[in-house]
């Protein structure tokens, strides 16, 4: 069934409708409806879109990034967050603010720190230098430099100064690689003296003048430096862990509260704004379920600030109801295949339990089998509640009713002579009918199915069209009171000879077959004036006797085969039993031994193979012959913005 749909029209100061959404319309499915375009109101051309974009996004983000820092899962929050969103915001700004500050210190220490270090990788190299370093800072008539020598090279250099008179060598630290040392020369040699050095590969290090005493001094002293700006860091990064940490209960809540603000901000598209400098107010409108409007008015109605209206009339309003399909749990998954062909429109019958029970027959009848029906009720079942596919439901209905007509077969795993056929063998069961001889029993009861399908359907269509106040396919159609009646008449008939029971008199069938095709060839001028309209016969009476010669023929055609497309159902439920036949023979049944294992995977093939066959096949049934009857289909599904 559809279930009933109810048109709201909410409005209220434009500064409040985020407040109406998030506390109030975010728990109830409604389908939200353009106002600019959806209200049919006199004050329409004042209606502007609703302005600005998501102002909580950014807040949003920000309480995102925040969470992802914390350690640990959420403490229970007791209940709903009942935090305010400008609260929120605002608690998510402080923390921010506070945390940034922490950030500049930090980088401030970084910095600190990694210059400390650079210093005391300098300064250790010298560190067997027991000499003040301002002392040496301070030498004007000397010359020194602080510098580094591959340690290959050393020697050389060491013979130099040995050598010369003019310069001073001292070594200060070694290494795999380098050797560190000073050397003094007199102010006056000491272009020469370097250049000599440079050629000798001397690089030279420059020390600032912050040092303040002996290398071993500064060392000590730029170890306790950097431990101590290492500490700080660690206090302020604990001092952040201790922030968050005290208001992480009141972050999340705040993450709650501007996701759903977030979330909900996308309403804003739909709705509209009256357009008054002084008192702007929106408007908001869509569709609900009745069941639920009755709970929405009772909410709303003591807000002072928000003014509604529930309505069923289309005086104000463009769009049609959406359809939302209500089954009881057993129908509820054959819905997919309503909806794999549309939907029904708002107030159209809704075919779901046809489709159900139709379906559900049709497969068994084409597939008994009581083993392998049973596989595919396990095997649905156990499915569906692993994954909740509507097609794994479908599938274990199906294999119940393949149970049902396997033990009217008395097929087992295509044994049938394991237990007795309640009713018959398909591929063995014969009837004689005049004109025709010997026929499968299963293929006459397949067409007598498919009259009885076909004049059902007749009179659905005649029920919907009369509900729908159609006159030309309640009573002219095809498919309305004169198809019901020439089919209807013509099955009998073929029912009553086929039975060796005496034909209705010529006048009667005259009436039964006549008159209806008559109604049928002249639908379009009698439904013209069933409608008070005067009768339009386009391209002459020569045309419109022509076109309605060829039409009525193939509305007599088109009877014919549908009817004849049921044929498939017995075929189907033979071709089963000769497969089955044909894996047993396989299997060596003839021999009186039998293979399990050809036996196992010819039923795993069987039902697999033919089981999706047959599906497509009760599927094309049910489109082109059930459903083309009385099915229109074009209905717009209910999309609540809030999916619950």
């Not at 430096?225 to 302020?236: A, Q, S």
């Not at 008395?410 to 056929?421: I, N």
């Not at 010997?438 to 004049?455: C, E, Y």
């Not at 004849?564 to 071709?575: C, H, K, T, Y």
Request: proline share 5%; glycine share 8%; with cysteine.
């Amino acid at each position: 069934m559809i279930e009933k749909m109810k048109f709201i029209s909410i409005s209220g100061p434009k500064d409040d409708l985020d407040r109406v959404v998030n506390q109030v319309l975010s728990r109830y499915p409604i389908q939200f409806e353009h106002a600019l375009t959806e209200l049919k109101s006199a004050s329409r051309s004042s209606l502007v879109p609703y302005p600005g974009g998501n102002p909580y996004r950014d807040p949003y983000q920000k309480a995102a990034r925040l969470i992802k820092r914390l350690s640990g899962g959420r403490p229970d929050p007791g209940g709903h967050p009942s935090m305010e969103v400008g609260d929120a915001v605002s608690l998510v700004d402080d923390t921010l603010e506070k945390l940034a500050a922490s950030q500049k210190k930090r980088e401030e220490l970084l910095e600190q720190t990694k210059s400390g270090r650079k210093l005391l990788e300098q300064i250790e190299l010298y560190q067997e230098l027991d000499f003040d370093i301002p002392a040496i800072l301070k030498f004007t008539h000397i010359k020194y430099r602080f510098g580094r020598i591959q340690k290959e090279l050393y020697p050389q250099l060491e013979r130099f100064a040995v050598v010369s008179k003019d310069v001073i060598l001292y070594k200060c630290h070694e290494t795999d690689r380098y050797v560190s040392l000073i050397y003094f020369t007199p102010a006056v040699l000491a272009n020469r003296i370097d250049a000599m050095f440079v050629s000798l590969q001397f690089e030279k290090i420059f020390l600032p003048d912050r040092f303040d005493g002996t290398p071993k001094e500064e060392t000590e002293r730029l170890k306790k430096e950097i431990d101590g700006l290492e500490r700080m860091y660690r206090e302020l990064e604990d001092a952040d862990a201790s922030l968050l940490s005290a208001r992480s209960r009141e972050l999340f809540d705040a993450l709650s509260v501007l996701k759903s603000y977030n979330d909900n901000a996308d309403v804003h598209k739909y709705a509209a704004c009256i357009h008054d400098d002084a008192h702007p107010y929106y408007l908001l409108c869509g569709w609900i379920p009745s069941g639920q409007a009755d709970a929405l008015r009772e909410e709303l109605s003591p807000d002072k600030k928000t003014f509604f209206v529930f309505e069923d009339s289309r005086l104000h309003r463009q769009s049609a109801p959406p359809t939302r399909l209500k089954n009881l749990p057993f129908f509820r998954p054959f819905e997919l295949f309503v909806r794999m062909y549309g939907l029904p429109a708002y107030g159209e019958f809704d075919p779901t339990i046809v489709v159900a029970v139709t379906y559900s027959l049709f497969f068994g009848f084409m597939f008994g089998d009581l083993g392998q029906g049973l596989l595919l009720l396990a095997g649905g079942f156990l499915l569906y509640k692993w994954r909740g596919l509507d097609l794994a439901a479908i599938v274990s209905c199906c294999g119940f009713f393949s149970a049902v007509f396997g033990l009217l077969f008395g097929s087992v795993f295509g044994f049938e002579d394991v237990l007795p056929a309640l009713w018959l063998h398909p591929a063995k069961a014969m009837t004689n009918l005049p004109f025709v001889g010997r026929l499968n029993t299963v293929f006459v009861v397949a067409i007598a199915l498919g009259m009885f399908m076909i004049l059902f359907t007749m009179l659905m269509n005649m029920l919907i069209s009369f509900k729908n106040h159609d006159p030309e396919k309640t009573w002219l159609d095809t498919n309305g009171l004169a198809g019901f009646v020439f089919y209807a008449g013509l099955a009998a008939v073929i029912g009553l000879f086929m039975t060796g029971r005496p034909v209705p008199a010529t006048g009667v069938l005259l009436v039964l077959f006549v008159l209806p095709l008559l109604l049928i060839f002249l639908k379009e001028p009698l439904s013209a004036l069933l409608l008070k309209r005067r009768p339009l016969v386009s391209g002459g009476i020569g045309m419109f006797f022509v076109e309605g010669f060829f039409e009525l023929f193939e509305v007599l055609l088109s009877y014919f085969s549908n009817t004849l497309s049921f044929v498939r159902v017995g075929a189907f439920a033979v071709s089963h039993a000769a497969m089955m036949e044909v894996v047993l023979m396989l299997a060596g049944a003839e021999s009186g031994s039998l293979n399990p294992i050809v036996v196992v995977l010819g039923n795993l093939f069987v039902c697999g193979m033919e089981g999706l066959i047959v599906g497509i096949q009760v599927l094309r049934l049910e489109y082109y012959e059930l459903f083309s009857r009385f099915y229109q289909g074009t209905g717009r599904e209910f999309k609540p913005f809030y999916q619950k």
